[in-house]
């Protein structure tokens, strides 16, 4: 039995990995805002959903993942901004 090369280098892997650690916190940082009332519930789960769905999507599409991460992080600093 012979196993095909993936089509993904270990640096690929390791931004996918990036890119659901950012999903991750920002669901995190949504979910938390949504519970002490700075945002509302279900738009706050709603856009938790998107983003999870966004990084299922983007599949072995590197540059999708990148554009993913790109908006993650810009979401995240957004949100962010007004805590610190």
């Given at each position: 039995m012979t196993i095909e090369p993936s089509a993904w280098r270990t640096n690929d892997s390791e931004v996918?990995?990036?890119?659901?650690?950012?999903?991750?916190?920002?669901?995190a940082l949504l979910l938390g805002l949504a519970r002490s009332g700075a945002l509302d519930t279900k738009a706050a789960t709603d856009?938790?959903?998107?983003?999870?769905?966004?990084?299922?999507?983007?599949?072995?599409?590197?540059?999708?993942?990148?554009?993913?991460?790109?908006?993650?992080?810009?979401?995240?600093?957004?949100l962010e901004g007004p805590r610190q």
């Open positions: 996918f990995d990036l890119a659901r650690d950012a999903v991750g916190h920002l669901v856009e938790s959903r998107r983003f999870r769905s966004d990084l299922l999507e983007a599949g072995f599409d590197r540059a999708r993942i990148n554009q993913l991460l790109a908006k993650v992080e810009a979401r995240a600093a957004e």
